[in-house]
């Protein structure tokens, strides 16, 4: 019999609407959108994990997209790398990253880590706008295709597939991470450290992981989004974009796998929906952040799956 | 050998010395209470040991080896667990997942195999899953297995504390306080719990201010007071002893 609270079945709606999609999308501008909707949601996917799930906030996560996709844009045009290897370069260097600063940070109590992630992504837009030479200063840089065994990645219609398959197995990665001893060790450290720690839970090593791997998801997909839009500015890494991740992870539900799919989707559309009032983005993004943290804290899917009397 | 051999230990909180110069040593298998007024230091003796605070000074043993300064996750495996006089239930689970955690070092905690869902491992969680639910049964929560932790009432929360100390297969568990707040129905029940957990060759500390659970149950008593030792022994010697009644069964009986 088929379980219907089983976590899963909103997978296989999510697959359900992602294969049908492109075929009921009306041209290539809603093509475009529902690439960006994918990619956000597979970064806050992960950033729900590390905010969400273990209870940290990272305010300059766009910092770590910032290095993937200047890391796939500089080493394939400077060096001639194969953006392959461009790309896991970036991810490794994230990975260094995150657990260099994030180690010292966790062994102090408190939420240092916002107020250095913050900082950190001020320090990493200062060097891309600042290392012209290399990254072609404020303007930004061209990024040549992704390339694999011969075939190369190009439009809409390619990067859809690629990245929808991403996002399919990023959501049902997330939901097998979340149900798993890791998984329950990370909500346990957020629901009370002390007693995670007293059954064994190594709260640093787990805090560290679990922002390394966010870290490791935002880079790879500033390496996609470089070679999917052919293009890198700065603003990839800005304060703004962290923030917008942010709120994507807090509107759609902490700690909630499908809120973050449905917060990128909605914040992503946003900007398009709010395009006569160009430059008022920013401002509306924190007004909804207010307003959501004021009357539904938990975010849309959580509070839309208790209104409905079932858990998400 | 005792399991466990404490002395001279200390701690202070700036000016307050909440433990002060206290030796004594556990047994394997009985069961050891820890009695004393509010305030007299008995909560931090249990935080000292279990490694969440670090001694100021002194020495603590377990199995002969020395594990002061040592972090909880540490002494959890070498065989320690703990409840919370001041629940620390994570809300933000279930009820069979909070004690499915304490089963933590049992398992493979690897984040690679859970996210690709390897066969193994979910085998593994469903047989975990199973155990947990009979941990929650030998507690008496059987009607709790599909709630919320957060739906749960206080009597409820405390024992489901009992049954993730257990999912860990402790040696040594420290017990604050399992019995406060409950009625006077649940105190019997955590009674007969505790009594059959020490049957099952845990060894117990407990720390509780019910005197029939503490005379009932206790092995040997080790009575604080202003975060010293006032004295130790059987239940009966503790009971006539004349610097016990006076600081502490006096004000309370
Ligand atoms: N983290 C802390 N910081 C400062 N002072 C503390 C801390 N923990 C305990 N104390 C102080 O240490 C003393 C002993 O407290 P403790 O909680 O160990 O007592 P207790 O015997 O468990 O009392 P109760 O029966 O009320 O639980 C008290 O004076 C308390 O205020
Ligand atoms: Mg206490």
């Keep these: 019999m088929m379980n219907f609270r089983s976590p899963y079945l909103g997978l296989w709606l999510l697959v359900a609407v992602l294969a049908v999609l492109p075929f009921a999308l009306p041209n290539a501008f809603y093509m475009d959108l529902a690439i960006r909707m994918a990619i956000n949601a597979v970064i806050v996917l992960g950033l729900n994990l590390l905010i969400g799930f273990a209870g940290q906030i990272s305010l300059g996560h766009a910092g770590f997209l910032g290095i993937g996709a200047y890391s796939s844009a500089v080493l394939t045009t400077h060096f001639n790398w194969h953006p392959a290897f461009a790309m896991a370069a970036g991810a490794a260097a994230c990975a260094v990253l995150a657990a260099l600063v994030a180690r010292p940070i966790f062994k102090l109590k408190g939420h240092y880590l916002a107020m250095a992630t913050l900082g950190l992504g001020i320090i990493l837009t200062i060097v891309i706008t600042n290392e012209g030479a290399w990254t072609g200063g404020p303007d930004g840089m ?171 | 050998m005792a399991l466990l051999e404490v002395n001279k230990l200390s701690k202070a909180f700036g000016g307050v010395k909440a433990v002060q110069n206290v030796s004594f040593s556990i047994d394997a298998g009985i069961v050891y209470s820890v009695i004393g007024p509010n305030g007299a230091g008995k909560t931090t003796l249990f935080n000292l040991i279990t490694g969440v605070y670090t001694p100021s000074e002194g020495e603590i043993r377990l199995d002969g080896k020395e594990i002061a300064g040592a972090g909880p996750h540490t002494l959890a495996r070498l065989g320690v667990a703990r409840t919370f006089q001041n629940l620390q239930v994570c809300m933000n689970m279930t009820a069979l997942e909070n004690v499915m955690v304490g089963a933590h070092l049992r398992l493979d905690r690897n984040l690679i195999k859970a996210a690709l869902r390897f066969p193994a491992l979910r085998r593994r969680d469903g047989e975990l899953r199973d155990e947990a639910a009979a941990l929650m049964h030998f507690v008496g929560l059987d009607k709790y297995v599909a709630a919320r932790a957060d739906a749960m009432p206080y009597g409820a929360l405390k024992r489901l504390e009992i049954a993730r100390a257990l999912a860990a297969k402790p040696r040594l568990l420290f017990l604050d306080e399992p019995a406060a707040g409950l009625n006077p129905k649940e105190t019997i029940e955590v009674d007969h719990l505790v009594r059959k957990v020490a049957d099952s060759g845990v060894t117990v500390v407990l720390v509780e201010h019910d005197m029939k659970m503490v005379m009932n ?23 006539r002893n004349p610097d016990v009644i006076a600081a502490y069964l006096g004000a309370h009986a």
Excluded: C
Aim: hydrophobic letters at 55%.
């Design chain 1, 142 to 312: 061209p990024v040549p295709p992704f390339a694999l065994f011969g075939f190369e990645l190009y439009g809409e219609k390619h990067w859809y597939w690629v990245v929808a398959a991403v996002l399919a197995i990023s959501v049902w990665a997330s939901l097998n991470l979340i149900d798993s001893p890791f998984g329950r060790a990370l909500r346990a450290l957020h629901g009370s450290e002390v007693a995670s720690q007293v059954v064994g839970v190594d709260v640093v090593r787990y805090k560290v992981a679990i922002f390394v791997l966010s870290a490791v998801f935002a880079s790879l997909m500033g390496s996609v989004t470089a070679h999917y839009v052919g293009f890198v500015t700065p603003g990839v890494a800005g304060f703004f974009h962290s923030i917008e991740l942010v709120t994507m992870v807090v509107i759609g539900g902490m700690a909630s796998v499908y809120g973050s799919v449905l917060g990128a989707v909605l914040l992503t559309a946003l900007p398009q929906a709010l395009a006569t009032f160009e430059g008022w983005e920013t401002v509306a993004f924190g007004t909804i952040l207010v307003f959501t943290m004021i009357f539904m804290p938990k975010g849309l899917v959580p509070t839309l799956a208790a209104k409905l009397g079932r858990k998400d």
């Design chain 2, 217 to 239: 149950l206790s092995d040997r008593i080790l009575v604080l007071d202003y975060g010293k030792k006032l004295t130790e022994g059987s239940a009966a010697e503790v009971r």
